[in-house]
């Protein structure tokens, strides 16, 4: 059935560090991509989406690039900051619904 | 603008207490969404209702219960509480069923005892 498989965490860096978290995906068709991030005690909030092969989406210096070869849609960061320090969710819409991957936690130290 | 609200942000119900959960958005969105949030678990979808006037049971739906009120609100409904409901939970909201994004509250935090 339709899935997303991301890298478990927690990933701990040190402050500009290049950050890579991955995400891969089991779909029928080519869904929308989408990164979502929550901050410590809130709701998930839209990062970044893409909608069709080798777009790539990008906010507040991540990147992911929609890849349909190898049905993945990794996240990228070249210099992290403390205030990214949250939980990243990758995941596709299937008709009515997302569908999330797990969550990886982000920490990001000084 | 508020997007999406809930309440109560915290709440400890008993085994077998019930208890309505509150969610209400004001960027006139079609498709509503419940979903509860565990460790280890991600997000996993509990109803969503496409349209007003429409609810459809998600991935776990047991022991739970919506309404679409009006276009705004989207209530869920637990009529007896377990503690494996204890979890935090949280509704969306988005422009119309399909590829749009959806806007997140900011959770109820719900422990049963």
């Known amino acids: 059935g339709d899935s997303v498989t991301q890298m478990e965490g927690p990933v701990t860096l040190s402050e500009e560090a290049f950050l890579t978290i991955n995400c891969t995906y089991t779909a029928t068709g080519y869904p929308s991509l989408f990164w979502y991030v929550q901050y410590p005690g809130e709701g998930l909030q839209l990062l970044l989406k893409?909608?069709?092969?080798?777009d790539k989406g990008s906010n507040k210096g991540f990147e992911a690039t929609y890849r349909k070869e190898t049905t993945s849609f990794h996240l990228e960061k070249g210099s992290v900051q403390v205030s990214d320090s949250a939980v990243y969710f990758c995941a596709f819409y299937n008709t009515d619904k997302l569908i999330f991957g797990t969550g990886t936690r982000l920490q990001v130290f000084p | 603008n508020a997007g999406v609200t809930q309440t109560p942000k915290f709440q400890v119900l008993k085994t077998g207490q019930s208890m309505t959960l509150q969610c209400a958005q004001d960027?006139?969105?079609?498709?509503m969404y419940w979903y509860r949030q565990d460790p280890g678990m991600g997000l996993r979808l509990i109803y969503y209702?496409?349209?007003?006037?429409?609810?459809d049971k998600g991935e776990v739906p047991n022991g739970y219960n919506v309404s679409r009120l009006n276009k705004r609100e989207f209530s869920l409904r637990l009529e007896s509480a377990a503690p494996s409901q204890t979890s935090v939970y949280f509704c969306?909201?988005?422009?119309?069923?399909?590829?749009?994004?959806?806007?997140f509250g900011p959770g109820t935090r719900l422990t049963v005892t």
């Open positions: 893409a909608t069709k092969a080798d």
């Open positions: 960027m006139n969105h079609n498709s």
């Open positions: 969306a909201s988005s422009r119309d069923r399909g590829t749009y994004e959806q806007y």
């Open positions: 209702s496409a349209s007003e006037g429409t609810t």
